[in-house]
């Protein structure tokens, strides 16, 4: 049995698509992957979505796409999935088109079961790495910000082609997270902002810097305790990221009834035109107060349980 976490991304999104630094925090929400023997095909089953997949009646499913990418990695192995089939079981405990990398756990916890089951044991960051095969099937040129947070989890500083630097904090971070209740393509919303960047430059450049200030200013807080320093950064990262015309005006309307009800800040997470929105709280009161007026918002509504140690994926 194999875990692998989904993410918030605190500051950052888009911006890192452009070797610009983001700030994420793993979620303790993921998905299992079981791997196991299969007695003719490969099958991959996930129950409560109704998928049944067998090798031999494939789909243009893109899960069903990820799915064999990941199976051909091991192509070569003498007693891989191509030479004894498995039969994979997913139980995934994220919303999908929520922003919170549902689809980089999936295939991490996928690639993971899989190894458990031939005995591969692979760094953390090697397990981001080789999965990223399954995110390409949907968002074309990740980060790798979503499956390096899935394999690794805790709270840390993602950039495009760097070691990931975890991160300490003193104080606990406390979320609350709204899905806006329209499903988020990040395939669709990182098309945009290139689309944006093609036609100005220098300005997608400057927004993109700017971000990059923010997140190193939200580290600082971050490590420091500062909770209001960080909420600060994230408010003006949802600013900006209305400016790339990613954000809708229910997740800026959420965005607003958080802060209302006492969140020190909040933004919209992942990749926008949908999905979902965190917001920073300080305490229990305050995190009850955001819960319940976004709730009211009839959104689905949840505070986080970030897991703030950095681990192994699988549990
Ligand atoms: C998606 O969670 C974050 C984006 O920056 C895309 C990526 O990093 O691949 C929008």
Redesign the pocket.
């Known amino acids: 049995m194999a875990f692998a976490r989904g993410k918030v991304?605190l500051l950052g999104?888009?911006a890192?698509?452009y070797d610009r630094p983001?700030l994420a925090a793993a979620l303790e929400q993921g998905v299992r992957s079981r791997a196991e023997a299969s007695g003719g095909e490969n099958e991959l089953v996930i129950p409560p979505w109704g998928v049944r997949w067998r090798e031999s009646a494939p789909t243009h499913e893109p899960t069903f796409r990820a799915w064999q990418a990941l199976l051909d990695l091991y192509a070569d192995h003498p007693w891989g999935p191509r030479r004894r089939p498995l039969r994979i079981e997913l139980d995934v405990g994220l919303p999908g088109g929520g922003?919170l990398?549902c689809s980089a756990a999936m295939g991490v916890a996928t690639l993971a079961a899989i190894d458990e089951v031939l005995g591969i044991a692979r760094s953390t960051h090697e397990r981001a790495e080789r999965s990223l095969v399954w995110e390409r099937v949907f968002?074309g040129q990740?980060?790798?910000?979503?499956s390096a947070m899935a394999a690794a989890g805790g709270i840390a500083i993602f950039q495009r082609g760097r070691e990931m630097r975890p991160l300490s904090t003193p104080e606990p971070v406390r979320l609350v997270i709204a899905h806006s209740g329209v499903s988020s393509s990040?395939h669709a919303?990182?098309q945009r902002v290139a689309q944006l960047r093609e036609l100005s430059p220098e300005r997608a450049n400057a927004i993109f810097d700017e971000i990059a200030a923010l997140v190193d200013a939200g580290r600082r807080a971050l490590e420091a305790g500062d909770l209001a320093m960080l909420a600060a950064s994230m408010n003006r990262n949802h600013e900006l990221l209305y400016d790339l015309q990613v954000s809708t005006p229910e997740l800026d309307h959420l965005c607003e009834v958080a802060r209302a009800q006492g969140a020190l800040g909040a933004k919209l997470t992942?990749?926008g035109g949908g999905g979902c929105m965190i917001a920073l709280v300080a305490d229990a009161y305050h995190e009850s107060r955001v819960v319940e007026a976004l709730r009211a918002q009839g959104r689905e509504t949840f505070a986080a349980g970030i897991a703030t140690q950095p681990g192994e994926s699988r549990r």
């Open positions: 991304i999104e888009h890192v698509v983001a922003g990398g968002h990740p980060s790798g910000v979503d990040t919303m990182v992942g990749a």
